[in-house]
Antibody, heavy 119, light 108 residues
């Protein structure tokens, strides 16, 4: 079945970096994009950025420009999201989601990865 | 940046009743709008895309309408499993996306 499986929970200190992985299975990885979405405790959904698994093109949310990098490894059907210079307000559940393209939504989601930033 | 707003913030509904949720965009997004359902401790689930097309496996009691700046998600007869938070999301200026703040549907 189509699924996205994310890496495990992380605890980081302020100023550190975190890299979350998202392994796809059950579909042709390069036929879709991947969006990353985060959710702070008790808050709503925040779109972080998108990457094309076909050609690696990216588009990041303006507020995260310069701190976030999204990449893919097509040999392992895995997407990665790295966030640098972590702050306490980066504490959140981070989701990857399959993006169906310009006419659709995010139809398959990972289980989420909890990132806690604390000194 | 396109800003999405949703109303009401919380909607209290009895099982079997109809629920109507609203979403508004700060500028036209045509029909490039999706709706998601999220239950506590779970990832969101795609319900509707293209403003009115149900995603695979979504029950017919969920329907979406609207275009431009005004959209509605209707749940015709609320079931116990429908109590959740609902988010709208625009993808008109793809691949830049924006979510609304959400509407919580709880039991009256």
């Amino acid at each position: 079945q189509v699924q996205l499986v994310q890496s495990g929970a992380e605890v980081k200190k302020p100023g550190a970096s975190v890299k979350v992985s998202c392994k796809a299975s059950g579909y042709t990885f390069t036929s879709y994009g991947i969006s990353w979405v985060r959710q702070a405790p008790g808050q709503g959904l925040e779109w972080m950025g998108w990457i094309s698994a076909y050609n690696g093109n990216t588009n990041y949310a303006q507020k995260l420009q310069g701190r976030v990098t999204m990449t893919t490894d097509t040999s392992t059907s895995t997407a990665y999201m790295e966030l640098r210079s972590l702050r306490s307000d980066d504490t959140a559940v981070y989701y990857c989601a399959r993006q169906t393209g310009p006419v659709g939504g995010m139809d398959v989601w990972g289980q989420g990865t909890t990132v806690t930033v604390s000194s | 940046e396109i800003v999405m707003t949703q109303s009401p913030a919380t909607l209290s509904v009895s099982p079997g009743e109809r629920a109507t949720l609203s979403c508004r965009a700060s500028q036209s997004v045509s029909s490039n709008l999706a709706w998601y359902q999220q239950k506590p401790g779970q990832a969101p689930r795609l319900l509707i895309y293209g403003a009115s097309t149900r995603a695979t496996g979504i029950p017919a009691r969920f329907s979406g309408s609207g275009s431009g700046t005004e959209f509605t998600l209707t749940i015709s007869s609320l079931q116990s499993e429908d109590f959740a938070v609902y988010y709208c999301q625009q993808y008109n200026n793809w691949p830049q996306f924006t979510f609304g703040p959400g509407t919580k549907v709880d039991i009256k």
